[in-house]
């Protein structure tokens, strides 16, 4: 079984609606990441989270909200959504490692494209 | 503002050739630099560089960091067309990952 799950794979929506992706981690890691990936622009972070009661905007959250349900589990919000939004969504998630940082671990992504 | 360059953005090469990708940075309070493989999904950790100088290795793949130029370079050596990827780089920031645009390789027969 896959460690980082996201749902759905892919998603096709309309301008305006409210669109929630979600990820859950069987990996026991307390940090968890959503990024969104365009061609030519490589990964950008949109929000994160260190354990359940931290949240905190990454380089470009405008437009998008996240939940932490629990510690395998961090959804990502999109409230309306705008064509500029088609992307691929990754979630991440990492412990803490020695040093203070670990590698981070990717989900399988989700396709989203808003008309 | 940091920021993470890969360079080239595309390369094809023949089976069997060596290549080198390049990612420089210019990031505040450097810690580390990062190296993913991404095939069809989600990317995958290659390498972790944390000291100037010392070369990493996994089979054909080698990487180095110079902190003093501020760039790490990936080799990989006999390329396969299993190596045929998006190779991405990214550095760490106050415990967040800033990542470069990538370079996608492709590796024909």
């Known amino acids: 079984d896959a460690d980082v799950t996201q749902t759905p794979r892919n998603r096709i929506t309309k301008t305006g609606k409210r669109i929630m992706l979600e990820c859950s981690q069987t990996?026991?890691?307390?940090?968890m990441y959503w990024y969104r990936q365009d061609p030519g622009l490589g990964l950008r972070l949109i929000y994160y989270?260190?354990?359940?009661?931290?949240?905190n905007k990454g380089e470009i959250s405008d437009g998008y909200s996240v939940s932490r349900q629990a510690q395998a589990k961090f959804s990502l919000s999109l409230e309306s959504a705008i064509p500029n939004q088609t992307a691929l969504y990754f979630c991440a998630t990492s412990d803490l490692g020695t040093g203070g940082y670990n590698e981070q671990f990717f989900g399988p992504g989700t396709r989203l494209t808003v008309l | 503002e940091d920021k993470v360059v890969q360079s080239p953005l595309s390369l094809v090469v023949h089976e069997g050739d060596t290549v080198t990708l390049n990612c420089s940075y210019e990031v505040t309070n450097f810690r580390s630099l990062l190296w993913y493989k991404q095939e069809k999904k989600a990317p995958t950790f290659l390498f972790m560089l944390t000291s100037s100088g010392i070369e990493k290795k996994s089979g054909r793949l080698s990487s180095i960091l110079d902190k003093k130029e501020l760039f790490s370079i990936l080799n990989i050596t006999a390329t396969q067309t299993g190596d045929s990827a998006i190779y991405l780089c990214a550095v760490i920031k106050a415990q967040k990952l800033v990542f470069g645009q990538g370079t996608r390789l492709t590796i024909n027969p």
């Open positions: 990996k026991g890691h307390d940090r």
């Open positions: 989270s260190f354990d359940v009661k931290d949240i």
